[in-house]
């Protein structure tokens, strides 16, 4: 009997444990698309004319962006050492072995969208936006997010 218990307790144990990293992995996983919502279904539409612009959509998703950021670091601390389930993307490992570099790939982003927070007017102006925040959100992605399907 106590060898039962021992068995599914451990069984128990290890299952929760799989559960708190997929938590983890889903959280990175929700900030990154919170991200992609603005900056791609907001930002990038509107300057590709799929959707028409929206002085207060714009203003929402760059005010979204830099909320966002400013999550990473602390969103990215664990390494959750698995991917969320079906996810198309997902964090590199590299995060982890050099998460000083990664840490450091934040604040140009933070700076792009200080530049322009405030001063976009028009598709014109919102174009240049997406382009110097996308710019630093590539820096980012080339070295540390992982294609997954």
Known sequence: MK???IVVTTLLL???AVMAQQEVAAQQDNLMRSQARSL???ILKMT???IPYDQKAAD???ANLETDVAKIAKTFEVNPKQDVVNATYGASPKVWK???DFDSKIPPVQKAIAQVKGKITDVASLKAAYTAINDRCTDCHETYRLKLK
């Open 14 to 16: 290890g299952a929760g």
């Open 40 to 42: 791609y279904t907001v």
């Open 60 to 62: 929402e998703a760059i």
């Open 3 to 5: 060898r039962t218990m």
């Open 98 to 100: 050099n998460k000083a």
């Open 48 to 50: 590709k004319g799929d």
